[in-house]
Nanobody, 112 residues
Framework: QVQLVESGGGLAQPGGSLRLSCAAS????????MSWARQAPGKGLEWVSG????????YYADSVKGRFSISRDNAKNTLYLQMNSLKDEDTTLYYC?????WGQGAQVTVSS
């Protein structure tokens, strides 16, 4: 079955960096566009970034543009989100999506 497993979350200081990974299985990863989204407690789901199936194009929410970078390795069936210049407001659960499925989420906490 389709499975998406995020990893790489954790604690970072404001201005710091983290990289999320999303390992995909159960579908032809290289045929699907993939996305990252996040949801803070009590708030709606916020789309963060997307990438074409071949990695040829990427998209970002205004809130993360210039700070976050999405990429993928189709040989490894893995999606990435490099997060730089982290802010307190980036603190939340991050989900990868694609192949008509969602991961379980990875917690990112930005705090001094």
């Amino acid at each position: 079955q389709v499975q998406l497993v995020e990893s790489g979350g954790g604690l970072a200081q404001p201005g710091g960096s983290l990289r999320l990974s999303c390992a995909a299985s159960g579908f032809t990863f290289s045929s699907y566009g993939m996305s990252w989204a996040r949801q803070a407690p009590g708030k709606g789901l916020e789309w963060v970034s997307g990438i074409y199936s071949d990695g040829s194009d990427t998209y970002y929410a205004d809130s993360v543009k210039g700070r976050f970078s999405i990429s993928r390795d189709n040989a490894k069936n893995t999606l990435y989100l490099q997060m730089n210049s982290l802010k307190d407001e980036d603190t939340t659960l991050y989900y990868c999506s694609g192949g008509n499925s969602w991961g379980q989420g990875a917690q990112v906490t930005v705090s001094s």
